[in-house]
């Protein structure tokens, strides 16, 4: 069955301390995404990458950064810099062809600090 | 950048009524106005899409209809149903792989 698997669900991170949240696809999708959710807003881009060993800043990049390995992982790093990281973050991903595809989401991760 | 408004930020209506949200956007350049449906504690899952060369769509009971003069789209849900309840986000797309998300409705149905 083919999907985004984000884990883990929930995570707690301490003070000073980076986190990394897992994005798998198993839909053969070039493009990836991560967004911010925040109560009462839309998502917020963070990273997004095309294709694999390259990715851009979304609107929000500061204090997360990202790797993109293999076609099908895309991993997102909250780095201590970010100091305000409570949210729900989604991951995405989407076919390329010159113009915007459907975007598939992840059932997210909610981040939460100790 | 690009900038989504959608109203309004929350609607109740009663089951078997209609629901219509709307989107406002800025670039007149954008072309693709795709809306999700988010559940509690899950992500959102695209329900209709629609691009700027139609000026409606339908898929059983829910509808897009654009109007790229004014710059504004909507989603109409008829019929509605408790199941309904959901927040509800509109997009843009201005044919580069990156979408601009409004802020959401969130849709209460009751029985």
Known sequence: DGGITQSPKYLFRKEGQNVTLS????????????????PG????????????????????AEGYSVSREKKESF???????????????????????????????????????? | GENVEQHPSTLSV?????????CTYSDSA??????????LGKGPQ?????????????????????????KHFSLHITETQPEDSAVYFCAVGSG???????????LLVSP
């Open chain 1, 23 to 38: 994005c798998e696809q198993n839909l053969n999708h070039d493009a990836m995404y991560w967004y911010r959710q925040d």
């Open chain 1, 41 to 60: 807003q839309g998502l917020r881009l963070i990273y997004y990458s095309q294709i694999v060993n390259d990715f851009q800043k979304g609107d929000i």
């Open chain 1, 75 to 114: 991993p997102l790093t909250v780095t201590s810099a970010q100091k305000n990281p409570t949210a729900f973050y989604l991951c995405a991903s989407s076919g390329t062809g010159g113009r915007n595809q459907p975007q598939h989401f992840g059932d997210g991760t909610r981040l939460s600090i100790l």
């Open chain 2, 14 to 22: 009663q089951e078997g009524d209609s629901a219509v949200i709307k």
């Open chain 2, 30 to 39: 954008s072309n693709y106005f795709p809306w999700y449906k988010q559940e």
């Open chain 2, 46 to 70: 695209l329900i209709i899409d629609i691009r700027s060369n139609v000026g409606e769509k339908k898929d059983q009971r829910i509808a897009v209809t654009l109007n790229k003069t004014a």
């Open chain 2, 96 to 106: 580069y792989s990156t979408l601009t998300f409004g802020k959401g409705t969130m």
